[in-house]
Structure formats: C-alpha cells, structure tokens
C-alpha cells in the first residue's frame, strides 16, 4: 500500500523550509479522541520559542537540498524535542553546543546527553546532520499524569494512531527530503516492531536498521556504553552503504 503526502514538496526549496513548514502545521488529530483524561498531547510548536529555536536550528544545519537518511524514534519528551521543538536535543545542548540561546530552563534530558556528550565526541556533529535527519514514528509527544508517555504504551490510542495518524507523518517525513533505501529506527523494541510492521503495509523503506534508544542506554547501560557508541558509529556508517 502506497500513501501520497499531502504536503507539497518542491525539489529545489530547502530542506530548512519544508522542515518549518511541515512543523508549523504539525497538530494532534482531531478524529482521535484521547482515552484519558490525564492523557495530554505535547506539541510545543505553537510557542513562539520553540518556533525560534526550531528556525535557528534548521536554517543552521538544513539549508540545503541533499538528501538525508531518515532517523525514527518514538516521540517527542518533555525536556528534550518537547520543549526546544528540535529532537534528542535539550536546552543545554541547544545553548552550548548548537549555540542557540533560549529562555527555557536549563534542564538536563538522557537522550540529549547521549547524543551530545558521548555520540558526538567520536562522530562529527556537523556530518551528521548533512547527512541524517532526526524525526519520530508519532511526531507529537504524549504525557500522562504530568511524565513522559510513549505512544504504544496505551493500546487503544496506539491503535488509533496507527489507522492514519503514524503513516501519514512517516511519509511527511520522507517527503522533507529523506531517502526510501533506509532508515534507522531508535530502540530494538515495540518501537522497531511497530515500524517493521507499517513498512511491511506501506512499504516506506527497503531497509530499516536499529539501534538501541538513547535513554534506554542512559538508564541501563551506562557501564557499556562504549559499546552503544560504537553501535551508533556501526548503523551510521553501514546506512550510507545503501545510498550508494
């Protein structure tokens, strides 16, 4: 099954551009009804902070036409892409690693820190965002009782999302200048298996690899993660291969 985005992507605009355009109208789906009510959506695009932070951050590192293999984790957080409207990347790297100031509280967030302090001391950060962008399976992140909710973590509203909603933005993502040879998918499990299944339907990608998430290995496997590093360094480097 094939889907068309509905978003028109014009070959010679800027990746930049599309990005901002396609997060500008980036809303939670009215037809879907949340099953609880202290279930909330996060889509902090809408704060003219974050739409600042957003700006400055993609004209930095996307104003360009190259195409960009396609990295999906589950969904935004609280600290981190929740609030800056930029993935895995929380205030404090915004401010002293991409240099873009912000009035956000200067709150620390695992993923962000991984990403930032680990990954990127051994793989450049500049190549790789010339060659990867960073989006999530659900675009809009989820809170439940005030903390961080995945989406398949309730499975009536997984289920929900996953008739239109998830599809619909995987192909948005595409559509901003990614490539269908491949993608790398963030944590080995539901998220990977979920993703597995909707390309089997839709047939987004012709290979997915996978890597451990970033939190999980903050959490978990801190004293390995030497070796969560080098499996980052693995994926990045064999998902080129395909382009080629």
């Given amino acids: 099954m094939e889907i068309k ?60 036409t190259h195409e960009r293999i396609l990295i999906l984790g589950i969904n935004p957080g609280r600290f981190g892409s929740g609030t800056t409207g930029v993935p895995l990347t ?18 620390p967030e695992l993923s962000s820190q991984f990403i930032y302090d680990y990954f990127f001391k051994q793989y450049s950060m500049d190549d790789f965002y010339r060659k990867f962008f960073i989006g999530a399976v659900c675009p809009l992140g989820l809170e439940c009782n005030g903390r961080n909710m995945n989406y398949y973590d309730n499975k009536i509203l997984m289920n929900n999302l996953l008739e239109h909603f998830i599809p619909d933005n995987i192909q948005c993502q595409i559509d901003l200048g990614c490539s269908k040879k491949v993608a790398i998918c963030l944590g080995e499990g539901d998220n990977y298996s979920i993703l597995n299944k909707l390309n089997k339907k ?13 939190r999980y290995i903050m959490q978990y496997k801190r004293k390995s993660i030497n070796d969560y590093i080098q499996q980052y360094i693995d994926a990045c480097q064999l998902a080129q291969t395909f382009l080629k």
């Avoid at 404090?92 to 709150?107: E, G, H, V, W, Y």
Wanted: glycine share 0%; proline share 8%; charged share 25%.
């Fill in 5 to 64: 985005s509905k978003y028109f992507q014009s070959n010679t605009e800027t990746m930049n551009k599309r990005i901002l355009t396609y997060l500008n109208q980036l809303e939670p789906p009215i037809d879907i009804e949340l099953p609880k009510t202290n279930i909330q959506w996060l889509y902090p695009y809408k704060n003219p902070e974050t739409q600042r932070c957003v700006e400055a951050f993609y004209s930095k590192y996307y104003s360009d």
């Fill in 90 to 107: 929380d205030p404090i790297r915004l401010k002293t690693i991409c240099n873009i100031d912000s009035n956000f509280a200067l709150k």
């Fill in 202 to 214: 839709y047939q987004f990608f012709e290979n997915i690899l996978k890597v451990s998430h970033p």
